[in-house]
């Protein structure tokens, strides 16, 4: 993802990162020289680009520099004492790490501005809520968001720096699997204000309990500035052990009674906005969406906008790719397409508010496996299981190895709806296939990894 329109100069970014400049042959480098984009691919590179040669776990971007990447671009930031090719840009920026350098670039980049810069963090909801806010805060002027979900150390500083004068407010994401992530993250956005939409055991293979979920998204709490709103779920218990100390700085949605902004029960189209009733916009159907709607409804009013402005803005809302994406099949029926990650919280909101919506008498799920759940894995699948039996689904088909003990639990269950499983979600085409036709509509939802959009396409 290449950052546009930057005005650094590789001084000013060498003094943010620590950095040492040295130009061909080691010679001093022309400092002052200026770059208007940041890029981490290779592939994406465009000439004039400083390019941040990055090293995961399973990759090493130093591989990568040769000289038509040299050719290129204004300069590289490269590891210290990493070997370099002979062709070589007009600057090298040497640095102790490069993920590290890209953080402290994009942190002094997001100071040079004056704007409300919002963070958004919880375990389901937070892709969908950015779009909201983005969409609420938009009806003030252009606001610079997250993209997709760039929300981890890479994409969040990524995101950052493509803030520009032009933006009114800011919206940017953060996602966490290990305690200390959204501290980190939050060090570069410098966030004013922030929405926490729900703690649920999401990424337990790594947090190892939900408490430790908990202390870990309300670390954005503490980065914020005194005084600063907070957007909290009223219905999470764990969230609201925050509220004592907020005070009036916090902003409840939900369906609690007490949730400053409300989605009214028996009517989940209208929403009490601090007392203001207003309807949801066609734009926001189905419970999921609608509670996401006020937490971005929550925001907009803790940033000073009117009733009619939140309304105005979630007229305006469009889904990301792969979050309640409604698709049209040949054969008539409607698929519902939310398969771009999942946990035990999201999976059941998700059914729940697909089987809400959704009119077609005959309606169906596929659901794939829920990773990086631990330990925990086994049971959750197994209560997953437990609970899907009661639902009103026509069928069920479950991909994954890991779906394993949700389909014993619906077996014994004696779910009155056929279920079918397999390893891989491919096997499961045939059989879906067949029971589409109009009349029918068919939710798919599993974690990123199980790819379960290439089942949809296979359809």
Same mark, same amino acid.
């Given at each position: 993802?290449?950052?546009?329109?930057?005005t650094l100069?590789?001084e000013?970014?060498?003094?943010?990162?620590?950095? +040492?400049?040295?130009?061909?042959?080691?010679?001093?480098?022309?400092?002052l020289?200026?770059?208007?984009?940041?890029c981490?691919?290779?592939?994406a590179?465009?000439?004039?680009?400083?390019?941040?040669?990055?090293k995961?776990?399973?990759?090493?971007?130093?591989?990568?520099?040769?000289?038509?990447?040299?050719?290129?671009?204004?300069?590289?930031v490269?590891?210290?004492?990493?070997?370099?090719?002979?062709? +070589?840009?007009?600057?090298?920026?040497?640095?102790?790490?490069?993920?590290?350098?890209?953080?402290?670039?994009?942190?002094?980049?997001?100071?040079?501005?004056?704007?409300?810069?919002?963070?958004?963090?919880?375990?389901?909801?937070?892709?969908?809520?950015?779009?909201?806010?983005?969409?609420?805060?938009g009806?003030?002027?252009?606001?610079?968001?997250?993209?997709?979900?760039?929300?981890?150390?890479?994409?969040?500083?990524l995101?950052?720096? =493509? #803030?520009?004068?032009?933006?009114?407010?800011?919206?940017? =994401?953060?996602?966490?699997?290990?305690?200390? &992530?959204?501290?980190?993250?939050?060090?570069?956005?410098?966030?004013?204000?922030?929405?926490?939409?729900?703690?649920?055991?999401?990424?337990? =293979?790594?947090?190892?309990?939900?408490?430790?979920?908990?202390?870990?998204?309300?670390?954005?709490?503490?980065?914020?500035?005194?005084?600063a709103?907070?957007?909290?779920?009223?219905?999470?218990?764990?969230l609201? %052990?925050?509220? !004592?100390?907020?005070?009036?700085?916090a902003?409840?949605?939900g369906?609690? *009674? &007490?949730? %400053?902004?409300?989605? #009214? $029960?028996?009517?989940?189209?209208?929403?009490?906005?601090?007392?203001?009733?207003?309807?949801?916009?066609?734009?926001?159907?189905?419970?999921?969406e %609608?509670?996401?709607?006020?937490?971005?409804?929550?925001?907009?009013?803790?940033?000073?906008?009117?009733?009619?402005?939140?309304?105005?803005g979630?007229?305006?809302?469009?889904?990301?790719?792969?979050?309640?994406?409604?698709?049209?099949? $040949?054969?008539?029926?409607?698929?519902?397409? &939310?398969?771009?990650?999942?946990?035990?919280?999201?999976?059941?909101?998700g059914? *729940?508010?697909?089987?809400?919506?959704? $009119?077609?008498?005959?309606?169906?799920?596929?659901?794939? &496996?829920?990773? *990086?759940?631990?330990?925990?894995?086994?049971?959750?699948?197994?209560?997953?299981?437990?609970?899907?039996a009661?639902?009103?689904?026509?069928?069920?088909?479950?991909?994954?190895?890991?779906?394993?003990?949700?389909?014993?639990?619906?077996?014994?269950? %004696?779910? !009155?709806?056929?279920?079918?499983?397999?390893?891989?979600?491919?096997a499961?085409?045939?059989?879906? +296939?067949? +029971?589409?036709?109009?009349?029918?509509? #068919?939710?798919?939802?599993?974690?990123?990894?199980?790819? #379960?959009?290439?089942?949809?396409?296979?359809?």
């Amino acid at each position: 993802m290449p950052v546009l329109d930057l005005t650094l100069t590789w001084e000013e970014a060498a003094a943010a990162c620590g950095g +040492r400049l040295t130009g061909p042959g080691g010679r001093p480098a022309p400092g002052l020289t200026p770059f208007a984009r940041v890029c981490t691919d290779n592939r994406a590179a465009k000439p004039g680009d400083a390019f941040f040669a990055l090293k995961g776990d399973r990759f090493d971007a130093h591989r990568f520099l040769d000289a038509p990447l040299a050719a290129v671009c204004s300069g590289w930031v490269v590891r210290r004492g990493a070997k370099l090719p002979d062709a +070589r840009p007009p600057v090298v920026c040497e640095v102790e790490d490069t993920r590290e350098a890209l953080a402290a670039v994009a942190g002094a980049w997001r100071s040079r501005f004056d704007v409300p810069v919002v963070g958004v963090t919880g375990s389901n909801g937070k892709t969908t809520v950015k779009q909201m806010a983005k969409a609420v805060l938009g009806v003030r002027g252009p606001v610079c968001a997250t993209a997709g979900n760039f929300n981890n150390e890479v994409g969040l500083p990524l995101s950052v720096l =493509e #803030l520009a004068p032009k933006h009114k407010h800011a919206v940017f =994401e953060m996602g966490a699997s290990k305690k200390g &992530d959204i501290s980190w993250l939050a060090r570069v956005a410098k966030p004013t204000a922030a929405v926490l939409t729900n703690v649920q055991p999401a990424h337990l =293979e790594f947090f190892g309990d939900l408490e430790t979920v908990f202390r870990t998204k309300s670390e954005l709490l503490e980065a914020l500035p005194p005084g600063a709103p907070a957007v909290l779920c009223a219905d999470d218990e764990n969230l609201r %052990r925050h509220l !004592p100390a907020l005070g009036a700085r916090a902003w409840t949605f939900g369906r609690a *009674e &007490d949730a %400053r902004v409300r989605v #009214l $029960p028996g009517s989940d189209a209208v929403l009490s906005l601090d007392g203001i009733m207003r309807p949801l916009p066609a734009a926001v159907s189905g419970p999921l969406e %609608r509670l996401n709607a006020a937490a971005a409804a929550a925001l907009g009013l803790s940033l000073g906008l009117s009733p009619d402005e939140v309304v105005k803005g979630l007229a305006a809302y469009e889904p990301a790719p792969l979050r309640f994406a409604v698709r049209s099949h $040949p054969s008539g029926a409607r698929l519902v397409v &939310d398969a771009y990650n999942a946990n035990p919280g999201s999976m059941r909101a998700g059914l *729940e508010s697909f089987l809400a919506a959704a $009119p077609e008498p005959a309606r169906y799920a596929v659901l794939g &496996d829920m990773k *990086e759940l631990g330990k925990e894995s086994e049971h959750l699948h197994a209560e997953l299981g437990t609970w899907l039996a009661a639902k009103p689904l026509a069928g069920v088909w479950l991909a994954g190895p890991e779906m394993q003990p949700a389909v014993e639990a619906l077996r014994a269950a %004696r779910a !009155p709806f056929p279920v079918a499983h397999a390893a891989d979600p491919a096997a499961l085409v045939s059989g879906i +296939r067949a +029971r589409l036709g109009r009349g029918t509509a #068919l939710y798919v939802k599993g974690s990123r990894a199980m790819h #379960l959009e290439t089942l949809v396409e296979a359809l």
